[in-house]
């Protein structure tokens, strides 16, 4: 190992170390301080939870094959947990982060170490909060440089921009969930999106709270996308400039040109951004907008940014320039993101091959989508005919447990706090993209589904339309899969399969499940642990729609899960 060195995110600091270490796979120790901070935007003050005070959160800046030590302190009255999104966690899911999954929640006043090494990753991932709806304000980047002394597989850029996006609510988020859920209603959508914490000037009275990025006439710039929002996938474009997709998940892909990117909560994207060869007579608006499936209320507002020309030293402008717009998609316009996602294909050469599981140990079918609960008697409920709206996958709406499946699953005292009996297929067979069964109600339970160390996994996830068919961004813990086919209307186990692209596949941690449609998708269960697959639509996986895979211990020493920090949260 090479030396240790402290730092309470000094990003700039880490960058120089990075480019001058020659030490590969050292320890970074960072601390995040949960607290309260007061932040303006909307011409609003108001009290969010961050990470050493900054909305967006601190940036974890790595190399693959580096160790991340992450000292967690919560200030703050809420429990706690964060995520290291797309993170594999090999042998480490005690550092996973989400709440009763693999972890109990940090309690006020307590610290936890989350301790993870970074194996076969390099690109932008991302961390947030996975609690209740704390993700809202509590995220950041995550960017992981290759290995000392190679080179990214595309032009090296002339510098590099992370690009988060977000949500803003000015009403308190936490009570905003609570109340739906004890409603059983939709809850309210939020008053902004915004980009690196910024607004834009689309809102009212948040002109000054405007991301500006400004860049030099012909030189290449790598922009690292997140979508930290909430609920919302998103379209985004600049004016008047193409970009070059080279990477999504933290995987290289084979690169495109496109002048419009769709990314979904959980998602991240790499694209290059070449700038004109000359200044330009104008500045250019960066804007993002949703893309929305489904029949509920969204916001249908546009966060916006401005990519700004360096002005030539010998060049004074008297007159203000031109403000040039982007043409963003239609909000519900699937055949741009069905069209952009089919374009996503990995580079599968010797370098970077795409290992596809070819054989299969495991075929499963899970249908995802809305469903309804019963109202509690005595109660007035919000939902469709005094129901409480739910989400479920093969008709289970997922019940967090009292206790950490891990801990549970690890110490073998499973016993009231799940079964193992979630259903490898829909309990009953409907036309799922058609009209909806005449019975609607979910059942509610933690079960999982349980596999022993590397099997190969064949996964189909399916889109109902019970309440409105939806796209459902679906992101599994723990392991990255391939994106074999995606299609409309009900899957057909007979014909799709022929369509499956063995060869080269995108590679995922986080994929949409088309409206109205279904997803193929493989990986292989080569990680001990228990591993949370979830809606990244936050209503949603308040609803419901997520369950967990418990992956058995193999032979070796170096295929078991060790055991939990001493430090590791109790309930």
């Known amino acids: 190992m090479g030396s240790c060195f402290f730092l309470v995110l000094g990003v700039l600091s880490v960058l120089a170390e990075l480019v001058h270490s020659k030490h590969a796979g050292i320890t970074r120790h960072y601390k ?22 900054q909305f967006p959160g601190p940036r974890i800046i790595a190399r693959e094959g580096d160790t991340v030590l992450v000292k967690v302190v919560n200030h703050i009255q809420n429990n706690v947990t964060i995520h290291w ?17 693999t972890q109990c929640p940090i309690r006020t006043g307590q610290i936890y170490v989350y301790n993870f090494t970074i194996t076969g990753q390099r690109g932008t991932l991302f961390w947030h909060a996975h609690i209740s709806w704390l993700r809202v304000t509590l995220y950041g980047p995550i960017v992981i ?90 379209f985004f474009s600049i004016a008047n400039h193409t970009f070059t997709v080279v990477e ?17 909560p959980g998602q991240t994207t790499n694209v290059l951004l070449k700038t004109k060869s000359h200044f330009p007579n104008a500045t250019f608006l960066m804007a993002a907008r949703p893309y929305a499936t489904g029949p509920a ?4 507002t546009t966060t916006a940014g401005i990519l700004e020309y360096h002005q030539p030293s010998a060049t004074t402008t008297k007159n203000k320039l031109p403000l040039l717009k982007p043409a963003l998609p239609k909000f519900n316009d699937t055949s741009f993101a069905t069209n952009f996602s089919n374009k996503l294909r990995s580079l599968a050469n010797a370098k970077f091959p795409a290992k596809v599981p070819k054989k299969v140990d495991r075929r499963f079918f899970f249908t995802v989508g809305l469903g309804l609960n019963p109202c509690p008697q005595n109660q ?76 190969s996994v064949e996964l189909v996830m399916q889109d109902t339309s019970i309440i409105g068919a939806e796209s459902h961004p679906l992101h599994l813990h723990g392991f990255n899969f391939f994106v074999l086919r995606q299609g409309f209307g009900n899957y057909d186990p007979k014909k799709d399969p022929a369509k499956f692209n063995l060869v080269d596949p995108v590679e995922r941690n986080t994929v949409g499940v088309p409206s109205g449609g279904w997803v193929a998708i493989r990986f292989l269960a080569d990680n001990p642990g228990v591993w949370f697959m979830h809606c990244h639509l936050e209503v949603h996986t308040s609803w ?12 070796r020493p170096n295929q078991k899960l060790p055991p939990p920090p001493s430090d590791l949260p109790i309930c």
């Not at 949960?34 to 003050?45: E, H």
């Open 297 to 300: 209320a969204f916001d249908n």
């Open 145 to 234: 440089l290759p290995k000392r002394h190679i080179p990214y597989p595309f032009p090296q850029p002339h510098k590099e921009v992370p690009i988060i996006f977000g949500e803003w609510w000015k009403a308190n988020t936490e009570t905003i969930i609570n109340q739906a859920l004890q409603s059983g209603g939709a809850p309210n959508i939020s008053d902004a999106f915004t980009i690196n914490g910024l607004p834009g000037p689309f809102y009212n009275c948040s002109a000054k709270d405007t991301f500006k990025m400004k860049v030099k006439p012909g030189k290449t710039y790598l922009l690292r996308l997140i979508n930290a929002a909430l609920n919302d996938e998103l």
């Open 85 to 101: 999104h797309g993170v594999r966690q090999l042998r480490t899911g005690w550092a996973d982060g989400p709440a009763y999954i």
């Open 248 to 264: 999504t998940d933290a995987i290289y892909v084979k690169p495109f040109k496109t002048r419009i990117v769709l990314i979904t």
């Open 32 to 53: 995040f301080d949960i607290k309260l901070q007061n932040v303006t935007r909307l011409c609003q003050t108001k009290s969010i939870v961050t990470v050493n005070g």
């Open 380 to 455: 007035t409920c919000q939902g469709p005919n005094n129901t409480k709206f739910a989400a479920s996958v093969n008709n289970v709406s997922f019940v967090l447990p009292n206790t950490a499946l891990l801990q549970a699953h690890f110490f073998q005292q499973s016993k009231g706090v799940y079964t193992t009996d979630f259903p490898a297929n829909p309990p009953f067979k409907f036309n799922y993209t058609g009209n909806p069964p005449s019975n609607i109600m979910v059942n509610n339970g933690a079960k999982v589904v349980v596999l022993p160390f590397k099997t």
């Open 544 to 555: 419901g729609l997520k369950m967990a895979w418990v992956v058995m211990d193999g032979k």
